[in-house]
């Protein structure tokens, strides 16, 4: 925890960071959300799954075979452990961090590869940057990376879901850096006054691209804003996955009983750059990166299970290499993949396409261009 995270974690802030996961690799019964061990290792493959294609997208792109990639190195119980306690029917509002949770639910791995290199199978054809995937099979809204923006989308769609009846929640991840946009107080607003299913999930990594926490805001915590809302705010330890599953399922519970959003700060620390066009050595220190290192989310679910007998190096071992090859398979067949047909920016946008549009359309198709380094 940085000195500034750590002082907002003092005895002026509302409410206790809530932890399950205990040094001595035990679990406090009060916040226990009690999950069976197959449950544990099955969140623990995707932990794992996300670091590691974290780790190649970034060679990847420093190779200059994808364009761009964004990362989420040390947040990854944040964003699994709150889309785990998700059901099938919630939708999901990403921001842009959150590819593990999207694969964990479901999100074929071959797609999301497809969209890093924008190739004809990207879902949103080649149109955004990598990493800007969409799935509305598992319930995941298209990455809005103008920041905020997604906040207001998942109470959009959680009104909705309170109007139709239907049994769904909202789960929208934002960072500490959204909570200065006026779309998360138009969204916590509209949630609070009518009650929306709606897990509000601020991933407090320390930084917005090279801006501190403590020149996002004046209060002590970002969880308090939620007072002015009139609804709850929850500090949980994010580098606690046990914890994460813990705060989301009772946020959920009390959506699904018609009280309302809850907003959740989840504490973390992004690990890494922004993203691959950022390099973090120009703006912070070593020291607090080592001391979260100390933390890491991922190597403290591995030790639990390990101590619990559900766990070997062997298993490990097996579990990298599977991901592995899962991995350089997709991204072959990736590659291969040719770049959507030119005349497909004309798609979608019009349900009959005007004469003008036919005509350049048209014009395009005929007219000569330069060879693709496709072939
Ligand atoms: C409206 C808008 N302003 C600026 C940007 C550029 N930008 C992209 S990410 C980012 C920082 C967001 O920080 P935070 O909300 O803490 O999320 P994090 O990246 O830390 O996960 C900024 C300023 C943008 N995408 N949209
Ligand atoms: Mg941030």
Redesign the pocket.
Same mark, same amino acid.
């Given at each position: 925890m940085s000195s500034e995270q750590s002082k907002r974690s003092g005895s002026s802030a509302p409410s206790a960071i809530v932890s399950v996961l205990r040094d001595d690799g035990t679990l406090d019964p009060a916040h226990d959300p009690g999950m069976s061990d197959d449950e544990v290792k099955f969140l623990y493959r995707h932990l794992v799954q996300t670091r590691q294609l974290d780790e190649r997208f970034v060679a990847l792109q420093r190779q200059g075979r994808i364009g761009f990639h964004?990362g989420s190195l040390g947040?990854e119980a944040a964003i699994l452990g709150s889309a785990f306690a998700m059901r099938k029917q919630d939708w999901l509002f990403p921001? =842009?961090?959150e590819f593990g949770a999207a694969l964990m639910r479901g999100l074929p791995l071959q797609t999301l590869c497809d969209n890093m290199f924008g190739n004809a199978n990207d879902t949103v054809k080649g149109r955004q940057m990598p990493c800007h995937y969409t799935c509305k099979a598992v319930g995941w809204a298209s990455i809005s990376?103008? #920041?905020? !923006?997604q906040i207001t989308h998942a109470v959009g769609a959680a009104w909705a879901a309170k109007i139709r009846r239907d049994d769904a929640a909202s789960l929208v =991840?934002?960072?500490?850096? %959204? !909570?200065? @946009?006026s779309d998360f107080h138009s969204g916590l607003n509209f949630a609070g006054v009518f009650h929306l299913p709606v897990v509000f999930l601020c991933?407090?990594?320390?930084? %917005?691209?090279s #801006?501190p #926490?403590e020149r996002?805001t004046a209060t002590h915590t970002f969880a308090e804003k939620a007072v002015a809302y009139g609804i709850p705010g929850v500090r949980v330890d994010g580098n606690d996955v046990f914890a994460v599953v813990s705060v989301t399922r009772r946020a959920i519970e009390r959506g699904m009983r018609g009280e309302g959003p809850t907003l959740i700060e989840a504490i973390t620390y992004?690990m890494g750059g922004? @993203?691959t066009s950022d390099d973090p050595n120009r703006y912070r220190e070593s020291e607090a990166v080592q001391a979260w290192a100390a933390r890491d989310p991922i190597e403290r679910v591995r030790s639990y299970l390990v101590q619990r007998g559900a766990w070997s190096d062997a298993d490990d071992k097996a579990l990298r290499a599977d991901i592995d090859a899962r991995f350089r398979e997709a991204v072959a067949v990736a590659e291969k993949t040719p770049p959507p047909a030119l005349e497909s920016m004309f798609d979608d946008v019009y349900a009959k396409v005007p004469w003008h549009l036919a005509e350049q359309r048209a014009e395009l198709v005929a007219g000569p261009r330069a060879p693709s380094p496709h072939g």
């Open positions: 964004v947040e921001c =842009y961090r990376s103008p #920041v905020g !923006t =991840y934002f960072g500490d850096g %959204a !909570t200065s @946009s991933r407090n990594n320390g930084w %917005a691209i #801006v #926490v996002q992004r922004h @993203s």
